[in-house]
DNA sequence: CTCATTTGACCGGA
DNA sequence: TCCGGTCAAATGAG
């Protein structure tokens, strides 16, 4: 699995029309950088079994959220309009939302009227997240078959996130990219599984049945804009925090230095 | 045996 | 009628 970091433009940087189209650009390129770095952060997170993997998932969900919110902001207030992939995916969603649910037996998930998130990636699935692969089709005019991923607690835990996965279609360098779209936010508590020591469990009711995704939703949002009780913990663990810091800068260090042609998994380990 | 993935059928929207 | 998204039975891996 090839973990190179630098930024390939993505397509979504063309799925932008508006006025204010270098400052989309200009966000989805970070979207894109930080989909990256997760990519290589949350593995190293993962092999060692650190207990602050679910801090840094946090952090890593909290970056796309805002950069999110931003794109749409923009998207709202200065007219900017979706073209060529999410276009008539979104268009749909609209006109779904108008015409409200059907009682079909195969009727829309109801997370396709929310929000979607695409980006570019070479590694499309180390997210933070367990997805669970429920589909794969051939898309006309395209290659490569797109992949269709549930998150594994869909059932348990009432979860709606989704997301596909494609391979994008010209990739001119040697490094193979991925086009990933997410649908609908994780209100699964899965990535807090098993608890850190460190992370005390807010009094937030994560209610899983009866819940209106709205609510679970709301509550999400008060705890990203408060900036989340768990964080609040954890300041007040100086050590961790000292040592997490510690971490990261000697695991970044290692990262800037790795030759771009090499495997950096392979390297760091070398 | 359990669970994840594969694959063809089915559905709704355009 | 076509296309993309989802379901669920079949299949395979551990």
């Known amino acids: ?14 799925c932008f029309a508006s006025d ?15 989909a990256q770095l997760r990519a290589i952060i949350l593995p190293a997170y993962e092999m060692t079994a650190d207990l602050r993997l679910d801090l840094v998932s ?5 970056l796309q959220d805002c950069t999110t919110k931003v794109i749409s ?6 007219g900017a309009q979706l073209v060529d992939v999410d276009r008539r995916r979104l268009a749909g969603n609209i006109s ?15 997370w396709r009227y929310g929000d979607s998130t695409s980006y570019m990636t070479n590694v499309p699935h180390y997210d933070g997240h367990q997805w669970r692969k429920y589909g794969q089709k051939n898309i006309n005019n395209s290659k490569h078959q797109r992949s269709y991923f549930r998150c594994t607690y869909k059932h348990e835990q009432n979860c709606k996130a989704t997301k596909t996965v494609q391979q994008h ?8 990219m991925y086009t990933v779209a997410y649908y609908g936010h994780h209100t ?32 999400e949002d008060v705890c990203l804009e408060t900036g989340g009780s768990q964080n609040k913990t954890v300041e007040n663990d ?12 000697g695991l970044l260090e290692k990262i800037t230095c790795a030759p771009l042609d090499l495997d950096i998994w392979e390297w760091m380990q070398s």
């Open 188 to 219: 699964c508590k899965a990535n807090t599984d098993p608890t850190p020591h460190h992370i005390i469990e807010t009094s937030t009711p994560q209610t899983q049945n009866g819940t209106t995704s709205d609510s679970i939703r709301s509550q």
């Open 96 to 110: 779904d939302c108008k015409k409200g649910c059907s009682n079909k037996k195969y009727k829309r998930s109801s």
């Open 1 to 14: 699995m090839k973990l190179h970091t630098r930024y390939l433009p993505s397509c979504a940087d063309e």
């Open 58 to 62: 946090h952090l890593f969900e909290s």
């Open 73 to 78: 902001e923009l998207r709202t207030h200065y």
């Open 20 to 34: 204010h189209q270098p400052e989309i650009n200009e966000i989805v390129k970070v979207q894109s950088l930080v």
């Open 169 to 176: 279609e010209d990739n001119t360098s040697e490094t193979v």
């Open 238 to 249: 100086e050590q961790t925090t000292r040592q997490w810091t510690e971490d990261m800068q």
